[in-house]
């Protein structure tokens, strides 16, 4: 891991990699996501490995993602670490022409002649948004009971009566139904 502007660096110097397998490793914290303007993940801790292999005109990196961001609940709206799992593979080429269809299902990132390092933070970023599940709800307890705040699932259990009331209210059938009741009497 290299560090620059007191960030760590997620690159690979790949102008001076030999050909054949090689291993990295980088370390995802909370510098990370505040370089990421408006991003969804407040903190996080997430290991990255990637294992390359370097041929003449393309490098193909398998990516290997595990670890807790902080998201906001999508209920509560209280923050929590929510687990995170990614793998996939990014080919890159150094033609600059390549093309999805060239390398199967992989995704491709295109450098261009004179480039020497593949600067991966963007991926890793999105990969790890991309592993966050679509509804993000606090995790049930031991016992299948919701762990969000209390206080807030109270308040939307009221908020839900009282739009279940003013629906009912300005139902037509309940027009309808308050009139019968009114001719069946007379």
Not at 62 to 83: H, I, N, S, W
Not at 109 to 137: F, H, K, W
Request: some cysteine; hydrophobic content about 35%.
């Amino acid at each position: 891991m290299n560090t620059t502007d007191n960030l760590y660096s997620y690159g690979i110097a790949y102008g001076s990699l030999p050909q054949g397998k090689h291993s990295f490793r980088f370390e995802v914290n909370d510098a990370f996501f505040r370089r990421f303007e408006g991003s969804e993940i407040s903190e996080g801790r997430v290991s990255v490995r990637v294992e390359a292999e370097k041929a003449d005109s393309f490098m193909a990196l398998t990516f290997y993602m595990a670890g807790d961001v902080k998201v906001a609940c999508d209920r509560c709206l209280d923050e929590f670490f929510a687990p995170v799992e990614f793998a996939g593979v990014l080919t890159v080429s150094f033609t600059g022409d390549a093309e999805e269809d060239d390398f199967s299902e992989n995704e491709v990132m295109n450098m261009q002649p004179g480039d020497t390092e593949v600067d991966l933070a963007q991926y890793i970023y999105e990969s790890i948004c991309l592993s966050l599940p679509l509804q993000r709800l606090h995790p049930d307890d031991e016992r299948g009971r919701s762990t969000c705040n209390k206080d807030m699932l109270a308040k939307l259990r009221e908020l839900q009566q009282e739009a279940q009331r003013v629906k009912n209210e300005n139902s037509p059938w309940s027009k309808l139904s308050k009139n019968g009741a009114a001719t069946d009497k007379a």
